[in-house]
């Protein structure tokens, strides 16, 4: 058998997804030109206070501050929250 299709389409068809790990040049900007964890740079990208994000995820804003503080590590349960709170993927999030 032989099936006969546009080139695109074949593409479409055939290419894997991109499994790259992508943060906007904004992001990046705030991490590093400031020197801020990639969870508050994201935060502040997408203009959101801590006390919403940390009304979404479920905990108080100061426990909020610390797990968005440089150096933070909130365990992978709580930075999956954070990333559906932020509407990105884990993998932005990590450091």
Known sequence: ???VLPWIEYKRLTEKE???VRIPLDVAEIATMEDKSLIR???EHLNFTQGEVASRIGVSRAAFAQME???GKPR???LTKIAQALGVKVEQLAE
């Open 69 to 71: 503080a440089k150096g």
């Open 18 to 20: 991109d499994d790259r």
């Open 76 to 78: 992978r349960a709580t």
């Open 1 to 3: 058998m032989f099936v």
């Open 41 to 43: 740079a994201w935060r």
